[in-house]
């Protein structure tokens, strides 16, 4: 039979392991550029923006000094998935770590 005090034991454990998972993403800062760094996007483990960084450069076209502002929302778009893609690895390496090495199907 299962101990029900067990199990309320087990719930509250993996409660305080996420509230961990949560905190430590929030800790964690990651950041993806595009350009060759022309733009720079900077987010955290949740996937909250923090910070796009613009090269000056990058915002004056090849064709006359005019803003090339679809070149620049292309390096904004490459960058910010460039940031998520990092961010992903940083959770991944978050719960793995909790994890201590098991895999769960979805998890890992």
């Not at 929030?26 to 350009?35: A, D």
């Not at 955290?44 to 679809?70: T, Y």
């Not at 070149?71 to 460039?82: F, G, H, I, R, T």
């Amino acid at each position: 039979m299962i101990n029900p005090l067990k199990i309320s034991e087990m719930l509250s454990q993996a409660n305080q392991m996420q509230e961990e998972v949560q905190r430590k993403l929030g800790e964690t800062v990651v950041e993806g550029s595009s350009g060759g760094g022309a733009v720079i996007a900077t987010m955290n483990g949740k996937k909250e923006m923090l910070r796009i960084r613009i090269d000056p450069a990058a915002v004056v076209g090849l064709s006359g000094g005019q803003p090339d502002v679809e070149m620049l929302e292309d390096l904004v778009v490459a960058a910010v998935n460039d940031a998520g893609r990092h961010a992903d690895e940083a959770i991944k390496s978050n719960i793995q770590g909790l994890l201590g090495g098991l895999k769960i199907p979805g998890l890992t």
